[in-house]
């Protein structure tokens, strides 16, 4: 008796071939969206060039932000402690006191200025030489001139370390260099503020221009993305190109913005240098540098994606067969 056939066998398809087919879609997506933008290399140019300047701002004067910080740090004009001593402190009652401060851990240097040095310098400074040389005692006190260390130019540790030799009993006042240390730290909390707020700004402009030039290249393709929805296409499958898209737009942009702000630092270098040498200064210019490149990259390559993926929900789903 011969075998009834009740029907085709239904395949079924595996994990692995699913799993295999979605990563070649990304591959295949990763590298096609970036022949369509080497096709239209002008459009392709001037959009990144839009990304690049948007990042390019902040990063420049984050990068000026630092370098500001650091002349200040190594700047000769560190905020000094100046400790007036009694008039009548005895010589080995003063080297005592200097040889106390020099072992402190927030002292780098103690320099010594006898009551005639300072009141020479007074005279020398001030333009009273002649009323001062009639006096007929020193007014002036032997002065100790403080620079703390690195790590106690803070001014809540200046503060404090100026309150410890103010209870030596030979010291009869002391006063703290402070007010351009506040004012430096002010303005770096200020321009940090202002440059947070410029790259929102700008981050946000690289928003828009991305997911508009998204939404111009989804209203070109969207014959192509109905018909690939009309054969079973899904959203993400319609959605993955159009990502990677935006990624390459992101990319190139921070390339082009880490190349925009090594090139203008490296122009004013020798500038810098020779100016500061002027100064006896050994201060160098610092640029991005690699880790800062880098950075400036995958900022761009993320806002590239994040722009693409915005327009993307928000106009492919207008998108459908009839």
């Not at 005279?123 to 002649?130: D, I, K, M, N, T």
């Not at 403080?146 to 006042?173: F, K, M, Y």
């Not at 014959?223 to 690939?228: A, G």
């Not at 990677?244 to 913005?257: K, P, S, T, V």
Request: glycine residues 10%.
């Amino acid at each position: 008796m011969a075998k009834i056939d009740v029907g085709a066998v239904q395949s079924r398809t595996r994990f692995g071939d699913k799993a295999s087919a979605y990563w070649q879609h990304h591959l295949s997506s990763f590298g096609g969206s970036l022949r369509r933008l080497l096709q239209t290399p002008a459009q392709t140019l001037m959009t990144a060039l839009v990304v690049a300047i948007a990042l390019s701002l902040p990063a420049t004067l984050l990068v000026s932000l630092s370098n500001i910080q650091q002349l200040g740090d190594s700047w000769d004009a560190s905020p000094k402690v100046s400790v007036y001593l009694h008039l009548r402190a005895r010589p080995a009652a003063i080297e005592q006191l200097i040889s106390k401060l020099e072992r402190l851990p927030e002292v780098a240097s103690v320099q010594y200025l006898s009551a005639e040095q300072v009141l020479t310098d007074f005279q020398r400074l001030s333009g009273f030489g002649q009323a001062l040389g009639g006096l007929d005692d020193n007014p002036l006190p032997a002065t100790l001139v403080i620079a703390p260390t690195s790590n106690a130019a803070e001014p809540s540790v200046l503060q404090q370390l100026g309150e410890t030799i103010a209870a030596e009993p030979i010291v009869d006042e002391v006063s703290l260099d402070m007010e351009w240390v506040r004012r430096l730290r002010e303005f770096m909390v200020l321009g940090k503020k202002i440059v947070a707020a410029l790259a929102g700004l700008l981050g946000l402009g690289v928003l828009l221009a991305i997911g508009n030039t998204i939404r111009l290249a989804i209203e070109n393709r969207r014959d192509e993305i109905i018909v690939s929805k009309l054969v079973g296409g899904t959203n993400g499958f319609v959605r993955r190109p159009f990502i990677y898209c935006g990624g390459w737009y992101g990319f190139m942009g921070g390339l082009l913005a880490s190349l925009i702000v090594s090139g203008g630092f490296s122009i004013i270098d020798d500038t810098v240098t020779q100016l500061a040498s002027l100064y006896q200064s050994d201060f160098t210019l610092q640029s991005l540098g690699v880790t800062g490149s880098l950075q400036l990259v995958g900022l761009g390559t993320l806002l590239g994606w994040l722009g693409a993926w915005l327009a993307v929900g928000r106009h492919l789903v207008k998108i459908e067969p009839k």
